[in-house]
Every structure is written in C-alpha cells, then in structure tokens.
C-alpha cells in the first residue's frame, strides 16, 4: 500500500490532453518536492520533471508538472503515440525518512 | 555523458544473499550519490536506500533496515548493493540510479543503470 495515490490508468487520442494526478499527505508532497518518472515498456524510468515543475534538458515542454497542498499533477498536453508509458511521483516522506513512490498511472493513447 | 552499468542477473536460493554492482562513468563519482530502486514482475518502483559516494553516508529504507548493505568503492568508482536473506518477495529487477544528493538523497535519480534481475527460487 503506497503512501501516495495515482489513478492506475488514463487514455487520450493523440493530440489531447491527459492530466494524471498524485495525492500524499503533509508528511510527504505537503511538505517536499514531487518528482515525475516515466516508464517507457522494458526500459528503465527515466526522469520527466523535478522540484514539482522542472523539466531536466531534453524532456519536451508538453510535459508539465504542478503542485497544490498535498496533490501533484502531470499533463501531457499534445499526446503523442510515444507517451504510451507508466507514469510515477515520488516525494520525501518525513515519518518514513524515505522516498515514496506512487503506484504508477499507465497511459495509453487511443 | 554519465552512464551507470550494472551487473549481470542473478538467481539466487531462498536465505541466500545476493550483491549487484553499479559501474560508473562519465561524471566525477564522488559529487553525486547512487539511489537503488527495485521492481518487482508487474509491480511499481520501490525506493531501496541511497549511499553518498563522497562519504559513505546511507539511508535505508525501513522494510528493509538490516538486510540490506549499499557500499561504494571511490578508486573503481563502482556502487554495490548486497541483500541478505532473500525470500520470493525479493524477485524483481533492481536499478541504481545517480542522484545529485552527497549529504541526503534528493531522490532526483537523472541517470539510471538498464537494470538487474534477482530471482529468488528454490
């Protein structure tokens, strides 16, 4: 049982917006950085944003991140058959002085 | 450009222990630290523990406080991490992870090894 929650799925039709969502608590996202991973099929995650809203060099700016209280979202604005992948958070939680992750959201593009 | 390179698969017995090697290279070793993080067959990501290159210092996660050792050496600029009395639940594929982190895990893994798979089987 993850200490964060992410829907286990979203779809869209390329060229949409898909919003994925991350909710934690205060001992987590409440008080630290979420981070975003993406999981490509048989490859290993690969970061997409840091510090709830950075883009490392190279990540396209359909990809965007936010953070209000104790939730976190990803979009992907213009999907693209490519962003079919799993998608994680992760943050620091204080009580278990250790990085969580979420249970992962698959996309798929329609 | 950085790159992490890890060791071959391995099958272990249950009780056993099993030690997986992160190579490095690419970047100066002892600036970042190396998260672990392992997934199990269809299963999410689990954050395993971080180890400082530049000291040694590490953090465990709590599940697995006591099982599980994550050493570096500095001279082949390689990370190790050794699990001890392995069970079915410890079936999965491990990654090593660089995080800028040298006093605390930041848990901004930006380069990532392909991955090793342990299987625990009798």
């Known amino acids: 049982q993850s200490v964060l929650t992410q829907a286990p799925s979203a779809s869209g039709t390329p060229g949409q917006r898909v919003t994925i969502s991350c909710s934690g608590s205060s001992s987590n996202i409440g008080s630290n950085y979420v981070y975003w991973y993406q999981q490509l099929p048989g490859t290993a995650p690969k970061l997409l944003i840091y510090r709830n809203n950075q883009r490392p060099s190279g990540v396209p700016d359909r990809f965007s991140g936010s953070k209000s209280g104790t939730s976190a979202s990803l979009a992907i604005s213009g999907l693209r058959s490519e962003d079919e992948a799993d998608y994680y958070c992760?943050?620091?939680?204080?009580?278990?002085?250790?990085?969580?992750f979420g249970p992962g959201t698959k996309v798929t593009v329609l | 450009q950085a790159q992490l390179v890890q060791s071959g698969a391995e099958v272990k017995k249950p009780g056993a222990s099993v030690k997986v090697s992160c190579k490095t290279s690419?970047?100066?070793?002892?600036?970042?630290?190396i998260s672990w993080v392992r997934q199990a067959p269809g299963q999410g990501l689990e954050w395993m523990g971080w180890?400082?290159?530049?000291?040694?210092?590490?953090y465990y996660a709590q599940n697995l406080q006591g099982r599980v050792t994550m050493t570096t050496d500095t001279s082949t600029t390689t990370a190790y991490m050794e699990l001890r009395s392995l069970t079915s639940d410890d079936t999965a594929l491990y990654y090593c992870?660089?995080?800028?982190?040298?006093?605390?895990?930041?848990?901004?893994?930006?380069?990532w090894g392909k991955g090793t798979t342990v299987i625990v089987s009798s």
């Open positions: 690419g970047y100066t070793f002892i600036n970042y630290g």
């Open positions: 180890i400082s290159a530049y000291n040694g210092d590490t």
């Open positions: 992760a943050a620091w939680d204080d009580s278990l002085s250790a990085c969580v």
């Open positions: 992870a660089r995080d800028p982190g040298v006093t605390g895990s930041t848990y901004h893994m930006d380069v």
